[in-house]
C-alpha cells in the first residue's frame, strides 16, 4: 500500500532563511508524489509534482524537491522564505485511484 | 472560468438536518472525487467517481451519499447531520495524465 510520512508537524523559520520541509514515502512501485500547500482557510493548491522525469522538481514560488529512491523520500525545500510562505504543506502520493494525503506540516515564518 | 467549484462555502446547520454540497467542473475531467478534512487538517478520500460510476466508497456512514448526474457533476448528500460530520469537504477532479484539481473546500458546521 501507499503512504507517506511527513516527520515534522510544525516547522518554524525566519524569513530570508531556508526551508525544509521533510516526506518519506512508502511504494511498492516507482510512486508520483506531489506537494500540495494550504493557505489559511483557502483551497488546496499543486507545488509540484514528481511522475519519474527527473528526481529535482522545480514548483511555484520558488519551491524544489527532490526525489530520493534510496532514502525513499521527497523533501521540499526552497532557499530563502516569505512571509507568504506560512500555510501547511502536504505530501502527497497517488495510489492510481486517488491521492493519499501525509498528516501535514505546519510552517511558520518569523519576521 | 473556475476550473472546480463547490457551492456552498460555508454550511452552518443544525443536527439532525439532511443537506446537500454540489461540485462542478469544466475541465472536462472523467473522475471526480469528495475528500475530507477534519479538525487536525488530515485529508481523506470518501467517495470517487469515474463517468457516473462509482469506483472509490471508503469507509464512510450510510448517511454520506454521493450522486453523480454526469461526469462535470458530483454532489454530496448528507442525512441526519451529525456533530463530527463537522469539517471541510473537498471536491477535485482528475483525468487522464493530468494532475487534480481541487475546488475550494466547503466549510459545514453542525450546531
Known amino acids: 500500500a501507499q503512504s507517506v510520512t511527513q516527520l515534522d508537524s510544525h516547522v518554524s523559520v525566519s524569513e530570508g532563511t531556508p526551508v525544509l520541509l521533510r516526506c518519506n514515502y512508502s511504494s511498492s512501485y516507482s510512486p508520483s508524489l506531489f506537494w500540495y500547500v494550504q493557505h489559511p482557510n483557502k483551497g488546496l493548491q499543486l507545488l509540484l509534482k514528481?511522475?519519474?522525469?527527473?528526481?529535482l522538481v522545480k514548483g511555484i514560488n520558488g519551491f524544489e524537491a527532490e526525489f530520493k529512491k534510496s532514502e525513499t523520500s521527497f523533501h521540499l525545500t526552497k532557499p530563502s522564505a516569505h512571509m507568504s510562505d506560512a500555510a501547511e504543506y502536504f505530501c502527497?502520493?497517488?495510489?492510481?485511484?486517488?491521492?493519499?494525503f501525509g498528516k501535514g506540516t505546519k510552517l511558520s515564518v518569523k519576521p | 472560468d473556475t476550473a472546480v467549484s463547490q457551492t456552498p462555502k460555508y454550511l452552518v446547520t443544525q443536527m439532525g438536518n439532511d443537506k446537500s454540497i454540489k461540485c462542478e467542473q469544466n475541465l472536462g475531467h472523467d473522475t471526480m472525487y469528495w475528500y475530507k478534512q477534519d479538525s487536525k487538517k488530515f485529508l481523506k478520500i470518501m467517495f470517487s467517481?469515474?463517468?457516473?460510476?462509482?469506483?472509490i466508497n471508503e469507509t464512510v456512514p450510510n448517511r454520506f451519499s454521493p450522486k453523480s448526474p454526469d461526469k462535470a457533476h458530483l454532489n454530496l448528500h448528507i442525512n441526519s447531520l451529525e456533530l463530527g460530520d463537522s469539517a471541510v469537504y473537498f471536491c477535485?477532479?482528475?483525468?487522464?495524465?493530468?494532475?487534480?484539481?481541487f475546488g475550494s473546500g466547503t466549510r459545514l458546521t453542525v450546531v
Open positions: 514528481y511522475t519519474s522525469a527527473a528526481t
Open positions: 477535485a477532479s482528475s483525468g487522464t495524465g493530468t494532475g487534480y484539481t
Open positions: 502527497v502520493v497517488s495510489d492510481s485511484r486517488n491521492l493519499i
Open positions: 467517481y469515474n463517468n457516473k460510476e462509482l469506483i
